[in-house]
């Protein structure tokens, strides 16, 4: 069902801070920046992979909560699948709990949809989400 990942979603504390380290350690050059309802994000791609930092810029969203407790460190990847309405058929006749059933756009410029899994479903993992093109 999985082909390939689509995406990592990495939360940071400070965005400039990480992107310095990354570019000098490995000569990441970043594709892309915005800030998206309370979170600021900036995106580059490892093969074909698309990794993200993100860094909440609003102290009242989920995501500073999050790392407040938890620290820096993965957030979750999305997996792509060749149907998402199909997957999703297939997870919830596994018996398989997700956050939402419709999908939901990705940003912007991604032309993707996601369900989420809700995260006891993961055994601790990252969350994953399912990404279809839409």
Aim: proline share 3%; net charge negative.
């Amino acid at each position: 069902m999985l082909k390939r990942i689509h995406h990592i979603d990495y939360i940071v504390r400070d965005i400039d801070k990480t992107l310095a380290h990354y570019n000098k350690a490995f000569g990441v050059q970043v594709e892309g920046r915005r800030q998206l309802s309370g979170v600021e994000i900036a995106y580059f791609h490892i093969g074909e992979t698309l990794f993200a930092l993100l860094a909440p810029t609003d102290p009242d969203h989920w995501m500073q909560k999050r790392l407040d407790e938890k620290g820096e460190g993965f957030l979750h990847m999305g997996c792509e699948v060749d149907d998402l309405a199909e997957a999703v058929q297939t997870m919830k006749a596994n018996n398989v709990r997700l956050m939402n059933e419709q999908p939901r756009r990705g940003l912007e410029d991604w032309n993707i949809w996601l369900i989420d899994l809700k995260e006891e479903e993961t055994k601790g993992s990252p969350t994953i989400q399912l990404v279809g093109r839409g």
